[in-house]
């Protein structure tokens, strides 16, 4: 399994929000739920975007759980889970406003 894949399905078994920002646009797309990879040279988020025109992808290692009007939410950190996969893959990152960046050339070549 490619790094990409690896860490598309466990961002995805988490539930964590990513997005990504496109080399021609200033500011990055929108959260999405989840990361698809609907043919071997694209990533989907909002929309399917080439890899080369993928800057960098971003990762929300804190999610949310709704538990009810009255209850406040429950909070999950998987920062070190998924740092742990990066590292062991041998991945670029940086952490950026607690946020995981990763550059898309890090992960499909």
Same mark, same amino acid.
Request: net charge neutral; charged share 20%; with cysteine.
């Given at each position: 399994?490619?790094?990409?894949?690896?860490?598309?399905?466990?961002s995805?078994?988490l539930?964590?929000q990513?997005r990504?920002k496109?080399?021609?646009?200033a500011?990055?797309?929108?959260?999405?739920?989840?990361?698809? $990879?609907p =043919?071997?040279?694209?990533?989907?988020? +909002?929309?399917?975007?080439p890899f080369r025109?993928?800057?960098?992808?971003?990762i &929300?290692?804190?999610?949310?759980?709704?538990?009810?009007?009255?209850?406040?939410p429950?909070?999950?950190?998987?920062?070190n889970?998924?740092v742990?996969? $990066?590292? =062991?893959?041998n991945?670029?990152?940086? +952490?950026?406003?607690?946020?995981?960046r990763?550059?898309?050339?890090?992960i499909? &070549?």
């Amino acid at each position: 399994m490619k790094r990409i894949e690896k860490i598309a399905a466990l961002s995805n078994q988490l539930h964590c929000q990513p997005r990504l920002k496109l080399k021609r646009d200033a500011i990055p797309e929108a959260w999405g739920s989840g990361i698809g $990879l609907p =043919v071997r040279t694209y990533i989907e988020i +909002i929309g399917p975007w080439p890899f080369r025109e993928v800057e960098w992808l971003e990762i &929300n290692p804190i999610v949310m759980e709704h538990i009810g009007r009255l209850v406040a939410p429950k909070q999950w950190n998987h920062l070190n889970t998924l740092v742990s996969l $990066l590292q =062991v893959e041998n991945v670029e990152y940086s +952490i950026v406003d607690g946020m995981i960046r990763i550059p898309i050339e890090a992960i499909t &070549n």
